[in-house]
């Protein structure tokens, strides 16, 4: 518990430190005209209330990724949080926060734009088809992930209330938040469901202090690999893999798609450090507690083998997250755990179509108005998602957290030219896009699903 209780600590103190630190050499102006007021159109750019900026960010960048990644990062042992607490308050706060500010002082610029004016054009329609591949691909697998999931808690009769209904339902529902002005559903829906998602964090990481079990210290083999699929010990090396696996709690590139769409929502630059660096506290805060939840939860449970083992076994992260709550908070942990592993996903699905229409719109320089514009980039949109619901993901889906941590990587680099050419301290952005890079280029050559160059990683290491 110690581990836990120092780290929690440490990314709060982030916040206020090195938060402090970023916002200094960023150096916000409380006086500068804002985006939201100076391009409102009633749709994207509209001054919105700070609480609420807060918690559509956070539930932005967070949904299943701080809860799904912990739980199969921490299989890796306590790396996982040193990985969440300094890839949290150096790389992942950090990336979120220039992101967001940039873009600010971009007008609300989007990725593909922001990285173009740094690194060229070729870049710019690079990032423009890759961001757009990544984001239709993460709207089209999170219609089909809660319906399946709503289909299990939801018996159907028929037609109605199967994993076709739900997914009709839940594509509908996209259609409405991708096309209508952001305070009508976004805005309103988000802020339920961030602060559920919160109360979730709070009721698990009680049950930590609680509930029976061991959580792991840094101490008990702080460099050993304890994955327990970990047959040879070059197949999933603890460093890159754990920085891969846990992308969400620490750093991750579909942030960078998702931070432009509140830096066209905020009303002063003074209110970046809470939006988008303490966001990402946030989430790095849920990331440490379900990862110690859920092998504290592993370590209760009877038989033998390592909790380690044990996790593994237990199935996929949604049937842990489902069993700590009803196990650790009855009823009331029930519908949380609804809400974590459905509601989650939907909303990061509805802003991942949003955030493509509006990288679009930006490369097109297309307004979006009115609503015939909106539907004019959203319908190929659309189509192609449907299009996609019919593939097998299996194999798209293992290369996701690599092209996730790239784009992190590209947009770190982007910052960290930003900073130079405007004659700030840019090594607070240099030097986590060095280390990505490191991690990026690691994973791709040594990974199972890469080039598999286990002996590239005997030599080096």
Known sequence: MITFSVALVCLLLG??????VVERVFKPDASAEMPCYTRQDGVDYMPLPLWRVILIQFLNIAG??????????????????????????????????????????KQGLSLPELVGDELGAGMRHFMSAFSLVLLVCVGAVFV??????????????????????WITVIFLYYVLATLLPIDKLIGRLYPVFGLALLLMAVGVGYGIFTQAGHVPELTDGLLANHHPRNFHPLMLPVFPMVCVTIACGAISGFHATQSPLMARCLTNERYGRPVFY?????????????????????????????????????????????????????????????????AAPITSGDTAFRS?????????????????????????????????????????????????????????????LWLRRQGKCYWIALVPAVFMTVVTVLYILVAPEGFHLSFLYKFLF
């Open 15 to 20: 916040y206020f430190f090195y938060g402090a």
């Open 356 to 416: 493509a229409r509006l990288i679009a719109a930006d490369f097109l320089h297309m307004k979006q108005d009115v609503l015939w514009k909106r539907l004019v980039l959203s319908l190929p949109l659309f189509a192609v998602a449907l299009w996609l619901m019919n593939i097998d993901f299996a194999v798209l889906w293992r290369y996701f957290a690599w092209t996730n941590q790239t784009m992190a990587t590209v947009m770190l680099w982007t910052a960290a």
């Open 144 to 165: 089909i992930t809660p319906a399946a999931l709503l289909d299990r808690l939801v018996p159907s009769q028929g037609w109605w209330f199967s994993t076709q209904f």
């Open 278 to 342: 303490g966001a990402m506290i946030l989430e790095g805060v849920v990331a440490l507690v379900w990862a110690s939840a859920a092998i504290k939860y592993a370590d209760s449970l009877p038989g033998e083998g390592t909790p380690y083992f044990k996790l593994m076994s237990l199935g996929s992260p949604t049937i842990v997250v489902r069993d700590i709550c009803t196990s650790w908070m009855g009823v009331v942990g029930s519908v949380l755990a609804i809400l974590g592993v459905v």
């Open 64 to 105: 299943t990724g701080p809860i799904f990644g912990a739980i199969m990062g921490i299989l890796f042992g306590p790396m996982a949080y040193l990985w969440i607490v300094f890839g949290c308050i150096f790389a992942g706060a950090v990336h979120d926060y220039l992101c967001g500010m940039i873009s600010v002082r």
